[in-house]
């Protein structure tokens, strides 16, 4: 049973599980908003009402899944740390899940079929943007590109079907990692934020400071 | 909960270090510190996306060392405090984020305090007289330049002023830069103000004329003091005249040390209250210790510096304030707080 927190849209915190004999993978609760603004203020509470809904202890919990982006810095990094720092609490591993992945397995469980382009808000007038051809045999989306970076006026022709997210779900961040434990397939990326950008800095202005 | 010897945790995610420590009532028992200022170096300041990366980076092994520092478990903690404001809005979030997952995942109340206030708690720790109140405090870093007159720790705080443009940390900074030296400039500039003469060049005072006095009296500025260095620099240069960096380094501090401890002192006089508290990174420099002192001694005022690795950002400043709430018995934060970046001192902790 795990822990699953992505905000890189919204906010969405949810408690899913996979019975270990029929394989079933049930949602227990899932909470959340697409606010984009307010994900260090609703993060608590979210929690705490996910972990009552779903009526399990802390303790219970075999693990912490958390989507990994990409979406804007600020507000990923807040479920990233919440899902790091509850990971530790219960002293269980943190599972880091793309956020694309999450949505193409939400569409293709939903009855979509074949090619899928998943884009999300980048800012800056980008898109992020994968593509994945359908599930495979572990019931893992299969990425065919990205994620990645394009301008909102270069997006490339789909394949097949395009899926514009505004929201991820945190269920589907969880059952991407129950999935992929149960396939012996972890870890489905690194532990670092997929920021797909360098910091935006602005340089030394050099030694004259007079203009 | 124990609330009377409290086991609090304290996070802190303001500016550039990523500070986490523990402290049993008044008596610390672990202060951690990751810092990302060398990747800031190459910017010459601190940049937030930089500084927010790094703090995602660096929580979790700086709370795992802090417990280990402390010799303690999670499962003993009876408390978690965070940093709720002032600082950088992204790199807080990080801090309020982790603070409350922490919080939840063992059952504990958490405190979401100000970080100016806990500049001020960081002088509870382990000292072996207490804080006396009420107390004026000056506490100067590269984020912050601020005079306060604590009545109470966990219930009156006042703000006296605070800077109306850039804070001291970052006038050193600037003025390194305009000197050619490296990031952060303080100790750079101490360094080069080695045998220079203070008295030099009489460089200007922020917001002492007496028109500023009237409605700053207060408040502190620095953009005009840098700005002025840069003009004297680079008309030496353009003469083709050696610029004395000595000279020019020191004179530079001794402006800034001049208006931070006169304003201070000045404050304590006029307010009638005899006890003045350092904090903040900048008080590591050695000659506004020496100054501060002097003038506190020749005016029967008592000064208070707690150490250095407690003055400069960090997280059991803020979980000592964490404790102090817990032992005056005030109820913890709701789960609904955010991350200030403007937080009023008055607000000593968020609800
Ligand atoms: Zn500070």
């Known amino acids: 049973m795990l822990l699953a927190i992505d905000t890189s849209t919204g906010t969405s915190v949810a408690v899913v599980d996979r019975d270990r004999a029929t394989h079933e993978l049930r949602t227990l609760a899932e909470v959340g908003t697409d606010d984009t603004m307010r994900h260090a203020e609703v993060i608590g509470g979210f929690i705490r009402d996910a972990l009552a809904e779903a009526g399990v202890e802390p303790a219970r919990l075999s693990g912490v899944a958390g989507g990994m982006g990409p979406g804007p810095f600020t507000g990923l990094r807040v479920g990233i740390a919440a899902a790091h720092a509850f990971a530790l609490g219960i002293d269980r591993p943190f599972v880091p899940v793309p956020s694309h992945d999450a949505i193409a397995w939400s569409r293709y469980t939903a009855g979509d079929e074949g090619p899928l382009q998943v884009v999300t808000d980048a800012r800056r007038r980008e898109y992020a943007i994968s593509e994945y051809d359908g599930l495979d045999a572990d019931g893992l989306p299969v990425r065919r590109s990205g994620p990645g970076l394009v301008p909102r006026d270069a997006l490339p022709e789909p394949r097949g079907l395009r899926f514009e997210a505004a929201v991820v779900s945190a269920a589907a961040v969880g059952a991407l990692a129950e999935l992929a434990f149960a396939a012996r397939r972890l870890p489905l990326t690194g532990d670092a934020p997929l920021y797909l950008r360098a910091p935006d800095v602005t340089p030394s202005a050099g030694k004259r400071v007079l203009r | ?351």
């Open chain 2, 1 to 351: 909960m124990n609330t009377r010897e409290p086991l609090v945790l304290g996070i802190e995610t303001s500016c550039d270090e990523t500070g986490v420590g523990i402290v049993r009532g008044d008596a610390l028992l672990a202060n951690v510190i990751a810092s990302s200022m060398e990747e800031h170096a190459r910017y010459g300041g601190v940049v937030p996306e930089v500084a927010a990366r790094a703090h995602l980076e660096a929580l979790g092994p700086t709370i795992r060392a802090a417990l280990a520092e402390a010799s303690v478990d999670l499962d003993d903690l009876d408390a978690v405090a965070v940093t709720s404001g002032p600082g950088l809005a992204g790199a807080l979030m990080v801090g309020v984020g982790a603070a409350k997952a922490l919080a939840i995942s063992k059952g504990l109340p958490i405190y979401a305090v100000n970080h100016l206030v806990g500049h001020v708690g960081a002088d509870l720790l382990d000292s072996a007289d207490p804080l006396e109140t009420p107390t004026v405090a000056l506490l100067v870093s590269g984020g912050h330049t601020s005079l306060l007159l604590v009545r109470d720790l966990v219930s009156d705080v006042e703000l006296l002023g605070e800077t109306i443009d850039d804070a001291a940390g970052e006038a050193f900074d600037k003025v390194a830069r305009v000197l050619g030296l490296p990031y952060p400039g303080g100790p750079e500039i101490d360094r080069a103000a080695m045998g220079g003469d203070p008295d030099a060049i009489r460089f200007p005072r922020g917001l002492t004329r007496p028109k500023d006095l009237v409605a700053h009296r207060w408040d502190f500025s620095f953009s005009g003091l840098k700005t002025a260095v840069a003009r004297w620099v680079e008309q030496r240069e353009a003469a083709g005249e050696a610029v004395p960096m000595a000279d020019v380094a020191a004179s530079f501090r001794e402006a800034v040390v001049d208006v931070l401890v006169s304003k201070a002192i000045d404050a304590c006089t006029e307010l009638g209250v005899p006890r003045l508290l350092l904090g903040g990174g900048v008080i590591a420099n050695a000659r506004l210790r020496e100054v501060a002192s002097e003038r506190a001694d020749a005016s029967g005022i008592a000064l208070r510096i707690p150490p250095l690795s407690l003055c400069t950002d960090n997280g059991a400043m803020i979980a000592a304030l964490g404790a102090q709430l817990v032992m005056a018995g005030h109820a913890p934060s709701g789960l609904g707080f955010g991350a200030d970046s403007t937080l009023p001192v008055t607000e000593i902790q968020v609800d």
